[in-house]
């Protein structure tokens, strides 16, 4: 497909992304995408904690986001939650030496410390990313408030290693946050199509925040549904807000279009 030097007019906006939407949300999506980790699973508790590893091991090339995940699920003998719960020091062992990119086995520590002790006390990962009533009032956005709360009950445990806070992004930074948001269109969004796994109910997908990383940039500019030059927080409300106007319950269906039209078409 060849990129158009007009600006699109709504309806032709509208049946492009509605068309490329339904075109990529297929099950023939999972087995490219990191989505096909969480998909090894069917345990809803298994399903958050593999979602999550390969959501925040997904930068790079897709192959090997894929393979490295594998690597670490493997190492936690496919069982990621009896592992979280119930690993010993010698099952720790496994987990050294674990490397991709930039995370390491100091930082995976910290990850199954602070999985050991939620699965303690809750059988989801979903009420992490429950706001408790009358805080952060000053934040207006329910997502921002969401993120800025997991952020920071994600690093509440006494010695978090402050190299590993790179690696959860918080709005409160300006990140625009494009793993976690990603992780949580897997967990919450519901279709007949189910790429996405909707397990999660207290959230609603009218809320998401569209991923937004260097392609769904590009493309978004390209569409005229991004004005903003940085892909930042800011950038992120403003895509989806526009989103939001071509299908109000459940925007980030469009991510599927933008990164399709990105990756897949090099629109």
């Not at 990191?34 to 590893?53: K, T, V």
């Not at 393979?67 to 010698?90: G, I, T, V, W, Y």
């Not at 930039?102 to 199954?112: K, M, Q, V, W």
């Not at 978004?220 to 071509?246: H, I």
Request: charged share 25%.
């Amino acid at each position: 497909m060849t990129a158009t030097k007009k600006k699109l007019k709504k309806n032709e906006l509208q049946i492009l992304l509605d068309d490329r939407a339904s075109r990529y949300n297929q099950a023939g999506f999972i087995p490219t995408d990191p989505i096909s980790i969480p998909h090894l699973f069917s345990r809803q508790q298994d399903i958050e904690i593999a979602g999550l590893f390969a959501a925040v091991l997904a930068w790079g090339n897709r192959t090997t986001i894929i393979n490295k995940s594998r690597e670490l699920l493997q190492r936690m003998d496919m069982a990621p939650h009896q592992f979280c719960l119930q690993h010993s020091s010698k099952d720790l062992k496994k987990l050294l030496e674990f490397k991709h990119r930039t995370f390491n086995d100091t930082d995976l520590l910290y990850f199954i410390a602070f999985l050991h002790q939620h699965y303690q006390h809750h059988n989801s990962l979903e009420t992490a990313f429950i706001v408790p009533a009358n805080s952060y009032t000053s934040i207006a956005d329910p997502a921002e408030k969401r993120l800025t709360h997991f952020h920071r009950y994600f690093f509440s445990l006494e010695d978090a290693p402050a190299r590993t806070r790179k690696h959860i992004a918080t709005p409160e930074r300006g990140s625009a946050c494009k793993r976690l948001n990603m992780f949580l269109r897997w967990m919450v969004r519901k279709d007949k199509q189910s790429v996405d796994f909707g397990i999660w109910h207290h959230i609603a997908a009218a809320e998401l925040i569209c991923p937004l990383d260097l392609h769904v940039a590009r493309v978004a500019r390209k569409l005229g549904l991004l004005q903003r030059k940085y892909d930042d927080w800011q950038a992120a409300l403003e895509l989806t807000k526009k989103l939001r106007m071509l299908d109000p319950n459940d925007p980030v269906k469009y991510d599927f279009a933008l990164f399709g039209l990105g990756v897949m078409e090099k629109f």
